[in-house]
């Protein structure tokens, strides 16, 4: 069987979370970020897709019904699947969902319009990199000038909790985005709405007061990504 050809990105592209990372990283690790996001790997199986989609379903829902939540949830967890793989994908998911339950008053959405996010299109771009951002819910409400906006993005990764200097990063990266969504509602991005929570951690991270420093530097690496990418290799 002929393997398949090594997927490249010719262009620049990072996920927002791993850009926050590659802000705080050491040069090996930054390189190594670089690397996976121009040689992507072919099937990476989505261990807490089903959680977050669930998730993201029932916090936009105004009935937030936690039996439908369970129902969402238990129909995507194909139990037909049988293996080692996809028992611990449920166990997995299934305390992913009861972490996001116990911190659903934290989020603070009563009162608010909820949408539900995870649309792909959702970017930015900076400097000639592509952001993925992919909020996972945008949020409107009132503040003391008028309409403001928000979103919320949901990371699930058990065993490296995100460090306060990175979350920021990640967050001023949410709040930039909802400054310039497609489609803007109309309304003043509220950096207190943008936020990344950390699931398992169970914190929820807010965009910083300083967010226009910190998109200064950005902006500054986003440049040197740019410059560099032509010359990251596979064993670099």
Same mark, same amino acid.
């Given at each position: /069987? ?12 990072? =996920? ?5 990372? #590659? /802000?705080?990283? =050491? ?26 989609? @669930? ?7 105004? =009935?937030?019904?936690? *039996? ?14 049988? =293996? ?11 305390? &992913?969902?009861?972490?996001?339950? $116990? ?7 009563? *009162? ?8 792909? &299109?959702?970017?930015?771009?900076? +400097? ?5 951002? /992919? ?7 009132? +503040?003391?000038? +008028?309409?403001?906006?928000? @979103? ?34 109309? *309304?003043? &991005? ?9 699931? #398992? ?5 807010? &965009? ?12 500054? $690496?986003?440049?040197?990504? +740019? ?10």
């Amino acid at each position: /069987m002929r393997a398949r050809p090594q997927k490249v990105r010719h262009s620049p592209q990072l =996920s927002l979370n791993l850009l926050g990372e #590659f /802000m705080v990283a =050491s040069f090996v690790r930054r390189l190594s970020i670089l690397r996976d996001a121009k040689f992507p790997k072919d099937y990476i199986g989505p261990r807490y897709d089903p959680a977050q989609k @669930a998730a993201a379903r029932y916090l936009s829902d105004t =009935s937030r019904d936690a *039996g439908r939540l369970k129902g969402d949830i238990d129909a995507q967890l194909v139990k037909a699947a049988k =293996s080692k793989w996809f028992d611990d994908r449920q166990k997995l998911c299934e305390q &992913a969902l009861r972490c996001v339950l $116990a911190l659903e008053e934290s989020l603070k959405l009563a *009162g608010l319009v909820v949408a539900l996010g995870c649309n792909p &299109a959702h970017r930015l771009e900076i +400097g000639g990199v592509t952001v993925i951002v /992919m909020p996972d819910l945008l949020v409107q409400g009132r +503040g003391p000038s +008028g309409p403001v906006l928000g @979103a919320l993005k949901f990371r699930y990764v058990k065993t490296k909790p995100i460090t306060d200097k990175w979350a920021a990063y990640s967050a001023t990266l949410l709040h930039r985005f909802v400054e310039v969504q497609p489609g803007d509602p109309g *309304g003043v &991005a509220d950096r207190r709405r943008c936020n990344l929570v950390d699931v #398992f951690a169970g914190r929820i991270h807010e &965009a910083p007061a300083n967010f226009k420093e910190l998109r200064k530097e950005v902006d500054a $690496a986003c440049w040197y990504i +740019g410059e560099i990418w032509p010359k990251v290799g596979m064993n670099a």
